[in-house]
Structure formats: structure tokens, C-alpha cells
Nanobody, 128 residues
Framework: QVQLVESGGGLVQPGGSLRLSCAAS????????VAWFRQGPVNERTGVSC????????YYADSVKGRFTISRDYANHTVYLEMNGLKVEDTAVYYC?????????????????????WGQGTQVTVSS
């Protein structure tokens, strides 16, 4: 059974950093792509980053490129999202997602794709 559990969210000042974790079970990270999405208080859910299962390629939305880094740890079955230079507009609930059939892609400056499995989300608040 595929399960995803996010953690690491919190309150941080503008310019600060956080590392989100997505603990994965029920599938192998080298076969499934894993993406991070976020949903702000008034915005629809949008994709911010993705790591490809087969080749480990990384993909980023234009809004986070150069500030966020996605990575995976096979030993801990975890995908991370390192977030630096955080801005007020990064405030959102962050979700990780995976799907056997979905490859990472960036379209129109955002990560896209249809994902079947989702975590419960972790809140990130950027505020002074």
C-alpha cells in the first residue's frame, strides 16, 4: 500500500529556510516519480518540484527555481524539499505526491501531472 507522510513545516521569517520530508512506503523511489505541490489560502494547488524515479532528474517551477532543491534518500525512503530564501508568497500547505504512470514535467512554468497518491500535507508559513 502506497503511503506518503510529510513533515518539516513550520513558521519561518522571510529569507529563512526549511527542509520538508516526504516519508514514502509501499513503493520504490527508483521506479516512481515524486512531486511536491503546494496550496495557498486563496490559490489552487500547484506543482513546485519533481524528482524522476528512473534517472533522478529534477524539475522546478519557475517561482522556486534557484531557491528550492529536491532530493531523495534511498536508505530512509524519503524525498526532501530544501527551501531557502523563503518569501511570504511561499506560504502554503505542501503536499508530496506519487504515481506509477506519471513522469515529471514542467509546463507553463509549473510542475504538472496527475498523481494518484498524496500525503496529508504540512503547513509552511513565511511571516515576519
Amino acid at each position: 500500500q502506497v503511503q506518503l507522510v510529510e513533515s518539516g513545516g513550520g513558521l519561518v521569517q522571510p529569507g529563512g529556510s526549511l527542509r520538508l520530508s516526504c516519508a514514502a512506503s509501499g513503493f520504490t523511489l527508483d521506479l516512481y516519480s515524486v512531486a511536491w505541490f503546494r496550496q495557498g489560502p486563496v490559490n489552487e494547488r500547484t506543482g513546485v518540484s519533481c524528482i524522476s524515479g528512473r534517472d533522478g532528474g529534477t524539475y522546478y517551477a519557475d517561482s522556486v527555481k534557484g531557491r528550492f532543491t529536491i532530493s531523495r534518500d534511498y536508505a530512509n525512503h524519503t524525498v526532501y524539499l530544501e527551501m531557502n530564501g523563503l518569501k511570504v508568497e511561499d506560504t502554503a500547505v505542501y503536499y508530496c505526491a506519487t504515481d506509477w504512470h506519471t513522469a515529471c514535467m514542467v509546463v507553463g512554468g509549473t510542475v504538472r501531472g496527475v498523481y494518484e497518491y498524496w500525503g496529508q500535507g504540512t503547513q509552511v508559513t513565511v511571516s515576519s
